[in-house]
């Protein structure tokens, strides 16, 4: 004990200050090689976050940053809105409050999400893939709440700025919400909540309607008793064209005969590599 204590308790400065705490080194680190060479009582110091001293006009925080604001850019300028990010988001959790594009940075905008866990997933997840031939950059955001001022018109003719906050699609409020896999894009994308007369060919009617990549694999789950929805897996013929659909027809309205309400079809990235 006295010895591990004179180990981590005496160091000398390191510049981060005589009295920066030590974390152990993690097991899966790139400087471990065996137990033998490096023993668990080394340890490296913990990067303090920079004061605001720094030179830094970016939105941006790479490291250290806490909230749950992300900010995302690298979007297309004509197909992507606020219902487009909404879609791709909700997979990492809520989007409590709104998504906002900034009129000063073309193809930029803020997302509000629960908490800042959420926004760690999206970065994770988000951070880097295609969409539309465009590379989504997403990350931490200085910015500590989204504020809908400036709202302007979009290409498409939506809004510029749109709450989410109220909206039955968030998937994790609800009792569902343990259900809920955390998954990166993939090729496969899982729907459900779909009209159980939902066909195949009414899928690629929809995906050519909304101009987007049609799936490759189409197969449906056999439906419980009493059942009144359809579920199943859609296959793509990569990451990119299943994100870019999922982006677009996520949460689009169905609606059928003889019934009063649509159908909200839901679409997540799945377990399955294929089908």
């Not at 004509?78 to 959790?93: A, R």
């Not at 199943?232 to 999922?246: H, I, R, W």
Request: hydrophobic share 35%; with cysteine; proline share 7%.
């Amino acid at each position: 004990g006295r010895q591990r204590q004179a180990i981590l308790g005496e160091h000398p400065s390191n510049g981060y200050g005589p009295h920066c705490p030590l974390l152990p080194l993690p097991a899966n680190s790139r400087y471990r090689r065996s137990s033998e060479e490096v023993q668990d009582i080394i340890s490296y110091p913990l990067l303090l976050p920079k004061t605001s001293s720094s030179s830094s006009s970016s939105s941006f925080l790479c490291h250290g940053a806490s909230s749950s604001v992300s900010m995302v850019s690298g979007l297309h300028p004509t197909k992507m809105n606020c219902s487009c990010i909404f879609n791709l988001f909700c997979l990492y959790g809520n989007v409590d409050e709104g998504v906002k594009f900034m009129k000063s940075v073309p193809g930029t905008a803020l997302v509000e999400m629960g908490d800042e866990y959420a926004v760690d997933r999206a970065v994770t997840h988000l951070n880097g893939i295609k969409v539309f031939g465009k590379k989504l950059n997403v990350c931490v955001s200085k910015q500590q709440a989204v504020i809908p001022s400036q709202v302007f018109e979009l290409p498409d003719g939506s809004s510029s700025y749109h709450d989410f906050s109220l909206t039955r699609n968030n998937r994790f409020s609800s009792a569902q919400s343990s259900r809920n896999i955390i998954q990166p894009p993939a090729a496969v994308l899982h729907f459900y909540n779909a009209p159980p007369t939902l066909s195949q060919h009414q899928l690629l009617q929809l995906c050519t309607e909304h101009n987007v990549p049609a799936f490759t694999k189409f197969k449906v789950f056999d439906a419980k008793p009493g059942s009144k929805t359809l579920s199943g897996l859609l296959e793509f013929d990569g990451k990119t064209e299943a994100v870019e659909t999922l982006t677009v027809l996520n949460h689009h309205q169905i609606r059928i005969p003889n019934s009063s309400n649509p159908f909200t079809l839901k679409l997540c990235f799945s377990t399955s590599s294929h089908l």
